[in-house]
């Protein structure tokens, strides 16, 4: 606390991130991150532009990169917006797009970084509550008389939930809002749910958000996208370039576009995350736990007999790192990132040990 400080930032909640502790041999199933590494001609290619030409600032407009995604997407490089991580994707969307009178609609369970950025833009916040079993009600979303959102966020699968909502019920939510904005984010959906860049082109008030963080493996890299038509992703335009002209480094823009060319390192990458979430999620149903169904590289538990702040702890003791969030509905819940066979084997066995 300072009196230099302005009035927003004494009234801010920031995000807190999972952790990322330096330490050997600790089995990191907390922030949802790809457990195999990127494609190595991603790397390469990183490597490759480590060169002199890093004394020049790199393409404002990262024109390449949406080429490519555009490409891989079937859309027009016009409908492609590109950021430092979704989150950076996000918080533009959120200024340029998701400010308007109805207030912001997103599920009460959610990803925790909306009510902050919420509070960053003075948008006014409304929590739909999940249904009981967790799902997203695309009924609850509609207009009821003169009640209708202003704009509306999901991600999809939802996290930290992983349910995926079918893509027939997302697009309900869109044709049911053609008055505001509806932005998915698909953080999570290439390990198993449907998306919505499909069905851009039929709707103007839909924009997706993706990122390279989780099936792409490369969260180190900072590197997210949004896909729209191209008045949503000009207004993105006009918030980024009244904010940073350079949010990609040239590197990022050369790993990112090779990432999205080895696509056959991105499918099989993808397979095996999911192969491994039907085998973690058959042993932790053996031990009794509650699964939550999850398109999602993570899956949300709870012990009937055990709470799960008590779990994650004795987890912690056996250097395995998972995440624990203190909301009254889901305290009794842990989020799991699927690792490796290996390492969701090491957690198995530590279960078995504390249960
Ligand atoms: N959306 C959701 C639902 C997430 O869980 C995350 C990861 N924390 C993000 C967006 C942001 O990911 P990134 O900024 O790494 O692209």
Redesign the pocket.
Known sequence: MSQFWSPVVHSLTPYV?GEQPQLDNLIKLN??EHPWGPSPKALQAIHDAANDNLRLYPDPNADALKQVLAAHHGVQPSEVFVGN????V?AHAFMALLNHPGGLWFPDIS?S?YPVYCQLYGITPRTVPLRDDFSIGADDYLPNGSDRAGAIIF?NPN?PTGRPLPLSEVERIVSGNPQAVVLI?E??VDFGAESAVKRIAQYPNLLV?H???KSRSL?GL?V?YAIGQAPLIEALERVKNSFNSYPLDRLALAGAIASVQDQAYFEEGCAKVIAARETLITELKALGFNVLPSAANFIFVQHPAHAGAELTAKLRERAIIVRHFKQERIRNFMRITVGTPAQCQALVQALKQIL
């Open positions: 991130p922030t949802n991580g979704s989150d950076e996000l990803y970084f991600p996290a984010d953080a999570y958000a990122t390279f963080s969260a900072r997210g």
